[in-house]
């Protein structure tokens, strides 16, 4: 079977590559979905960009055996804090 999938992508956003499109759609794969709404939740005055790299750095630092929970994101959500007061 073949699909046509359009995606409006933001300015900068790379496209998706066939193997991110399949794991995304295989029964094979799993994954856990964080967005900047759930970082801002925890922490309203940051900024969208502050969010991202909360999500980014916690998705570089990835530890499968604690995973990604509100813990974790606090934990980073303090870091930008701090490199936010330092500047």
Same mark, same amino acid.
């Given at each position: 079977?073949?699909?046509?999938?359009?995606?409006?992508?933001?300015?900068?956003?790379?496209?998706?590559?066939?193997?991110?499109?399949?794991?995304?759609?295989?029964?094979?794969?799993?994954?856990?979905?964080?967005?900047?709404? =759930? !970082?801002? +939740?925890?922490?309203? *005055?940051?900024?969208?960009? $502050?969010?991202? @790299?909360?999500?980014?750095?916690?998705?570089?630092?990835?530890?499968?055996?604690?995973?990604?929970?509100? =813990? !974790?994101? +606090?934990?980073?959500? *303090?870091?930008?804090?701090? $490199?936010?007061? @330092?500047?």
């Amino acid at each position: 079977m073949k699909v046509m999938i359009e995606i409006d992508l933001p300015d900068g956003q790379a496209i998706p590559t066939e193997s991110d499109i399949k794991r995304l759609t295989s029964p094979d794969w799993i994954c856990d979905w964080w967005h900047i709404d =759930d !970082v801002q +939740s925890l922490q309203e *005055d940051l900024t969208d960009d $502050e969010c991202r @790299e909360v999500l980014k750095t916690i998705e570089h630092v990835f530890d499968a055996t604690v995973g990604i929970n509100w =813990d !974790v994101i +606090s934990y980073y959500i *303090d870091q930008v804090i701090e $490199e936010r007061e @330092e500047a």
